[in-house]
């Protein structure tokens, strides 16, 4: 995918740009927010992950409302030290798509911007999510693995939808919280790892194939055993 | 005699005025009139001037004024019963008439003349035609002689037919007496209001700057480091009193919130250098001692994970300065709890079993309430979590939330080992561990959280002693509870 970061500090400029290259990304750099904006108004990409405050006269909320007047819809990734909940709701409400606060891990916003460029490919309504042999009907709300039906709970079936959505990626913890549960904070207990493993036992465990995988200080990912 | 009884006062006068010209010169006439005391005293005086002249109006107008309109009026009485006599009776009976009425009048007030074309006296009180008193139906006031004396009348003279000519009238020589005598008591009256409107000014002037004084003085101490002094209060509960109240309420407020401050950097200072030393000391010896690229990428990593911690609890303090600076209340809607609590429940129903703990959840179906609704979660989510962590295997948490009088009441109870008598006021505080607390994971930050939520949302947290065990409860105040309080 072709990725465009527009990052003023050098340090974590290098260090995304390193690491999404690693991840088989093509990845501009822009270290002020003319250089951005004028590389994400000219170019096609595939997503823009955006510093807030920038050199240069045009910030990242400036940058990120005028590529939207000009009805460019490049999925964008607000990285930002602005904490706050304001800043949070100011960053969406100019267009951003997602929010992620600074200091960040890696493998985070790896996760994060690989699921907004998905997203923004947009493959229309589906019905059904299909990986190897594990079926989910969202119409029926049912499931079923190598033709036998699984019993879910309400709240399993919609961390397994999450998961078989974002098949093929890593999605990280807090992406579970906040798209399955709706909580924008974390619990100081892992309590997801606890609502993963319960779901393993249900999807996996019978099943000579494990489908969902733990991906170390990152997260989990639901992918075919082949891959 | 007159010199010494009068000289104290005079000088007494004098050095009041000196006084006042010295206060004016002292500040500019400019700043003088920008003063709110002076506007104050100012405004008194006028007000009082004014009624006071308004009253002298209306006294004028009852006193004098009604004696010349009813002179006018018994005048105009006998001009019009002459009048008649005249059409009956021509010039005989008018005689007639007149010397009776002058023989009737007891109080000897009435002036009668009536005299022919040559000027020469018919019937009447008067020597003679007054000169001046010519035109028909005309008032006039003039100095008269009668029976010697010189007095003063109000008279009407009317020409009648065949060249005689009549003049009605009534002496208002006591009257006009009275009136000056009105006049100049009301002057006097007036001068009197005009000094003791200024007296009164100046003693309104006094009061106000008195009552500021006290708030005044207290800024100057506050703006000068001086943190514990308050606003007097007088005890009369009147308005400066409310003024007193709401100030000290608000130094008090502001006291709270710098002492929270200090407190967090404090906490900062102490509690954040144990992780950071132990990072900085892991990569260190990496550095220094590790014999693998293995060993030094485990040692990297576990520096990492310090790290996340000290930004984990980094954004929670943050988080609960946010919450206490109170700016989120603008984004305050109604929210409804029921789904809040039965969401913390499913997330910890997990956990809970996994560690043998049974989660027993009770409430209605709908619980309105007005808040932040991810704050809300928020602190129902530590609340568990606590009660969670703490409880044995085998033990029972109860998640129940109700609707009370003015809001809704959030309640976990665990069984675990409670919290001891002592401590219980302390773990609201920001980093404060109880000493059960100390081989469990967590930053110390969570009580304190759902403390600042509840102070936000115009509720309190409580911590009950319900052996075995302890049991938090969260009050919200409900929507109009929170707008009477704004």
């Given amino acids: ?63 990120l409302e005028t590529l939207r007047g000009q009805k460019n819809t490049v999925p964008v990734l607000i990285l930002s030290a602005l904490a706050d909940v304001d800043e949070r709701v100011r960053g969406l409400k100019a267009g951003g798509d997602d929010y992620l606060t600074k200091p960040f891990a890696f493998a985070e916003l790896l996760a994060r911007v690989e699921a907004l460029a998905r997203r923004g490919k947009g493959e229309g309504p589906v019905t059904k999510l299909v990986v190897e042999d594990l079926e989910l009907d969202l119409l029926s709300r049912q499931v079923k693995r190598a033709g036998q039906k699984v019993d879910l709970q309400p ?21 579970l919280l906040e798209g399955v549960w709706d909580y924008h904070f974390d619990p100081q207990t892992n309590v997801i790892d606890v609502h993963v493993s319960r779901l393993r036992q249900k999807v996996d465990k019978p099943f000579p194939k494990p489908l969902i995988h733990t991906v170390r200080n990152a997260g989990y990912m639901l992918r075919p055993e082949s891959a | ?89 021509q010039v005989a009976a008018l005689i007639v008439t007149i010397e009776e009425r002058l023989a009737q009048n007891v109080e000897d007030d009435a002036i009668y003349l009536l005299v022919d074309r040559t000027g020469r006296s018919l019937a009447g009180n008067l020597q003679h035609w007054p000169q001046g008193a010519v035109e028909n139906g005309a008032w006039y006031e003039l100095p008269i002689e009668r029976a010697g004396a010189r007095s003063l009348a ?39 209001v005009l000094v003791m409107a200024t007296a009164g000014a100046l003693v309104v002037r006094s009061l106000f700057r008195r009552a500021l004084a006290n708030v005044s003085d207290t800024a100057i101490a506050i703006a000068g480091g001086n943190f514990t002094q308050r606003v007097r209060l007088t005890g009369r509960g009147d308005e400066f009193d409310q003024l007193a109240e709401t100030i000290n309420d608000m130094l008090n407020r502001m006291a709270r919130l710098m002492e929270g401050v200090r407190e ?64 989120r209340r603008a984004a305050f809607a109604t929210v409804d709890v029921a789904p809040i609590i039965a969401d913390a429940a499913e997330l910890y129903e997990a956990v809970a079993e996994e560690k ?13 309430s007005y808040g932040d609704r991810e704050l809300i979660q928020q602190a129902v989510v530590n609340l568990l979590d606590n009660a969670v962590k703490f409880s044995r295997p085998g033990s029972t948490v109860r998640l129940s939330a109700k609707a009370i009088q003015h809001g809704v009441e959030i309640s976990v109870a665990d069984q675990g080992p409670g919290i001891p008598e002592a401590d219980r006021e302390r773990v609201t505080e920001r980093f404060f561990r109880g000493e059960t607390a100390r081989h469990t994971p967590g930053s110390g930050l969570g009580l304190a959280l759902v403390q600042a939520v509840a102070q936000l949302h115009g509720g309190s947290l409580r911590l009950i002693d319900t052996a075995p065990g302890v049991t938090g409860i969260l009050t919200l105040a409900g929507h109009e509870e929170l707008a009477a309080r704004a």
């Fill in chain 1, 1 to 63: 995918m072709r990725i465009l970061v527009v990052e003023d500090d050098k340090d974590v400029g290098a260090f995304v740009v390193r690491g999404l290259k690693e991840a088989g990304h093509v990845v501009e750099l822009a270290d002020n927010g003319r250089d951005g904006l004028f590389l994400a108004a000219s170019e096609a990409f595939d997503a823009v992950i955006l510093d807030r405050m920038l050199p240069g006269g045009i910030d990242g909320i400036r940058l």
């Fill in chain 1, 155 to 175: 709240r399993e079936f919609r961390l397994l939808e999450y998961l078989m959505r974002h098949a093929g990626q890593v999605v990280t913890r807090t992406m």
């Fill in chain 2, 1 to 89: 005699m007159r010199a010494t009884c009068c000289a104290p006062r005079v000088r007494n006068a004098a050095s009041l005025f000196r006084r006042l010209i010295e206060s004016a010169a002292g500040i500019s006439t400019r700043r003088l009139l920008q003063s709110a005391g002076v506007r104050f005293a100012v405004i008194y005086a006028v007000l009082l001037s004014a009624s006071a002249a308004a009253l002298a109006l209306f006294l004028w107008w009852s006193t004098a004024g009604l004696l010349d309109r009813q002179t006018e009026a018994s005048i105009q009485a006998d001009a019009q019963s002459l009048a008649e006599r005249f059409a009956a009776g």
């Fill in chain 2, 154 to 192: 109000v008279v009407e003279a009317f020409t009648l037919p065949g060249g005689f000519r009549l003049l009605i009238g009534r002496d208002v020589q006591v009257r006009a007496q009275l009136r000056t005598l009105l006049t100049d008591a009301l002057l006097w009256a007036l001068l009197v």
């Fill in chain 2, 264 to 327: 967090v950097s404090n906490a900062i200072a102490h509690d954040l250098r144990t992780p950071i030393t132990r990072a900085r000391a892991r990569l260190e010896d990496a550095a220094e001692h590790a014999g693998s690229a293995a060993e030094l990428r485990s040692a990297i990593e576990r520096a990492i994970t310090d790290l996340d911690d000290i930004v984990a609890v980094f954004q929670a303090l943050l988080r609960i300065a946010e919450i206490e600076a109170g700016s």
């Fill in chain 2, 356 to 368: 043998g703990v049974a989660l027993l959840v009770e409430g209605p179906d709908h619980l309105p």
